[in-house]
């Protein structure tokens, strides 16, 4: 079994997986928009170039996503968490999320961690990097 991060996004999901693919280090493995699909015919013309399904590949970890085709829902609830075992890395991957982002705990040492840090970042994500904890 895998467990498979999927987000929802507001139109930007195609400059987010892109930002997300350079800053983790990934590969985009699939990506179609709606007026892609079949029955593309009937998709409003606003909606054709949005991302319907985006696959990218970290390592052994896979982060999906689309933009939603009817109203939008900011995410909440949740954080899509980074671990790593390199201080180095951890740091290049926070500064790299923190562009245009809310930072809600900038990248530290903890008593359970050697770096962590929180952030939404500028496509409404919240992301937690933790290195060593």
């Known amino acids: ?3 498979v991060t ?4 507001n ?6 997986f892109k930002a997300y693919e350079k800053i983790l280090k990934g590969q985009i493995v699939f990506s179609t928009t709606y007026g892609e699909t079949p029955g ?4 409003a013309d606003d909606v054709k170039k949005r991302i319907m399904h985006i696959t990218l590949k970290v390592g ?3 982060l999906q996503g689309a933009d939603t085709p009817g109203p939008y829902s900011k995410p909440a609830g949740f954080s899509v968490t980074i671990q790593l075992d390199n201080e180095a890395e951890a740091d290049r ?18 008593f359970w961690a050697k770096r962590f840090g929180m ?4 496509f409404n994500i919240p992301w937690m990097v933790n290195c060593g904890g």
Do not use: K, W
């Open 1 to 3: 079994m895998e467990l």
């Open 6 to 9: 999927y987000l929802a996004f």
């Open 11 to 16: 139109g930007q999901c195609a400059e987010a």
């Open 40 to 43: 593309h015919e009937n998709v």
């Open 60 to 62: 052994n970890a896979t």
């Open 93 to 110: 991957i926070f500064a790299e999320l923190s562009e245009g982002a809310q930072i809600q705990m900038p990248i530290q040492q903890t």
């Open 119 to 122: 952030l939404i970042d500028r």
